[in-house]
Structures are given as structure tokens and as C-alpha cells.
């Protein structure tokens, strides 16, 4: 700790007054200003603090990490660390779902809650499969679960997740959507998004689908009951109706995302 010796001999009286203290005296003044000063600067540090991390706080947790935040759980997470049960040969968008995108508990709960509240079959579609792409990768996983999925949902339904990502960060109150409060964790209490979300965002607020996307973040749940039991079994019939299955199974049908299905199926393939 800097002392300003002009100021901490003001604080005694001045020079004269200094002059006059014995050693001793001016050693416990000495001391008294040091533990004085010491618990100003906790007390100004700790002031306007809140329990959340600052943005550059998590980026000074990059080089500890050993993984980047970006990647997905089956190469981050506790998953890549167990042997992944092998797909079927034609598999499904349920093969996948039991088998890769476990636990989907998030996903089902958002869908669950966007078929009780009576939404649209293009926006509980979109509920189910909004986040599913973070078993893969979590970088702007709007944008990589659209792509993903768009070659066999409805296109309400790929816009709906595409754009989720970007309106997570703003409210909408009418609609029901606050920022969650999950956000200053996790990307900082001080974050701004980056300038493409925030062209995105301005986008999608006027384009005559926004309430898809919007629906999504409004199912989107952040605080979760545990001891909800949820099931596919609400959605197999909705998933029949909208989901396009190839018959070559998901990852064999030549589709332009065949190679991102395989690589959720085989991620221990090193090359
Ligand atoms: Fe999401
Ligand atoms: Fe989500």
C-alpha cells in the first residue's frame, strides 16, 4: 500500500506537531493510518460489488481452464469421459436424443412448458431442439443448432433457433421475458454484447417472425425444479409431424450437415 506522506502528516497536525511526537508515537500513528487506509481500500473494493464476476474476470480464467468455454459437452464435459453407447445404423432424431443429447432435461422442460401454455407445433419444435447443438459445440450455438436442424424442420422453427441466442439478452416485458440473472455469472456483470448480437437483435425485433425466437426465450427456464419428470413421450407425435426424417438416418443422407450429425454420433474419431 502507497502512503502519501504529505497527507498522513497533515492527519498528525502538521510538520510541528509531527516534530514534537515521540518515536514510539509516531510509529502507532504510522501504524493507525496503515490499518485505517488498509480497511478503506477493502471497504471500497467490496462497495458496488456484487456476488457475479466482471468480464474481465472470466477472462482472466482462460489459461486456468482446461477446456475452452466454447466446446461442447460431449468433448467438454463429464461425457467425454465415459464410453459412448454406439448409434444404430439409420439412427433418429430420438436415437440421438437418448443417446448423444442426454441429459436433455433442459430442452424437454422449455418444450414441456411451451406445449401446457398452448403454443404453436413451429414454436414447441423449436423449444425441443433450441440448445440440443451445445452437445457438439456452445459458440453461438443459435447459429450452428439452426444449421443443424434446418434441412428438416419447418423454417418458423429454424428461425426460432437461430435467433434465440441473440434475444436472450434483451427483455421484453410484454412478451414475458426478463435477463436472466444467470447471465451476470455466467457471461459477466458487465457484459455487452458484441456488435453482430446487437445487429441481430435490431433485426430480428422487426422482422414479422420475432415472436418465434422470442417464445423460445421465454421458455427458455433458468431456474429448474428438480423433481419435474419430464418425457419425450408428449412430443414423439409432434416430432413425426414436422421433423423430416431421412431414411438413411441422420449423418447418411448426403444432406450439407450429414458431416456435423456424424461427428455428434463418433466424437472419439480422432481425425
Ligand atoms: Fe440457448
Ligand atoms: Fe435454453
Not at 514510539?24 to 467490496?46: K, M
Not at 440448445?131 to 459458440?139: E, F, G, M, R, Y
Not at 422482422?207 to 425444479?225: A, C, G, I, K, Q
Request: proline letters at 7%; charged letters at 20%; one cysteine or more.
Amino acid at each position: 500500500m502507497d502512503i502519501d506522506r504529505r497527507s498522513f502528516i497533515a492527519s498528525l497536525g502538521g510538520t510541528a506537531a509531527v516534530a514534537a511526537m515521540s518515536h514510539e508515537a509516531r510509529a502507532d500513528a504510522l501504524e493507525d493510518h496503515l490499518v485505517e487506509r488498509l480497511d478503506q481500500e477493502v471497504a471500497g473494493s467490496l462497495a458496488g460489488r456484487t456476488q457475479f464476476p466482471t468480464v474481465a474476470e472470466l477472462e482472466a480464467q482462460i489459461e486456468t481452464r482446461t477446456y475452452r468455454r466454447g466446446a461442447g459437452n460431449l468433448f467438454a464435459g463429464a461425457a467425454n469421459r465415459t464410453k459412448l453407447a454406439p448409434m444404430p445404423a439409420r439412427p433418429t432424431l430420438l436415437d440421438y436424443f437418448n443417446l448423444r443429447f442426454q441429459p436433455a432435461t433442459h430442452v424437454l422442460q422449455s418444450a414441456t412448458r411451451a406445449l401446457k401454455t398452448g403454443m404453436s407445433e413451429d414454436v414447441i419444435v423449436a423449444c425441443l431442439l433450441h440448445d440440443v447443438v451445445q452437445a457438439l459445440i456452445k459458440t453461438d450455438h443459435g447459429w450452428w443448432g439452426a444449421q443443424l436442424f434446418e434441412p428438416y424442420i419447418p423454417a418458423k422453427s429454424t428461425f426460432a433457433i437461430r435467433y434465440h441466442q441473440a434475444l436472450r439478452f434483451y427483455p421484453d416485458s410484454a412478451a414475458g421475458y426478463e435477463y436472466p440473472e444467470l447471465y451476470f455469472r455466467v457471461f459477466g456483470q458487465d457484459y455487452v454484447p458484441p456488435a453482430y448480437i446487437q445487429e441481430t437483435y435490431k433485426m430480428v425485433r422487426n422482422h414479422r417472425w420475432y415472436m418465434e425466437p422470442r417464445l423460445v426465450t421465454v421458455n427458455d427456464l433458468y431456474s429448474f425444479d428438480p423433481k419435474a419428470v419430464v418425457t419425450m413421450d408428449p412430443f414423439v407425435d409432434i416430432i413425426g409431424r414436422h421433423f423430416k426424417q431421412p431414411k438413411e438416418g441422420l449423418g447418411f443422407d448426403n444432406s450439407p450437415v450429414a458431416h456435423i450429425w456424424r461427428t455428434i454420433a463418433i466424437p472419439d474419431t480422432p481425425l
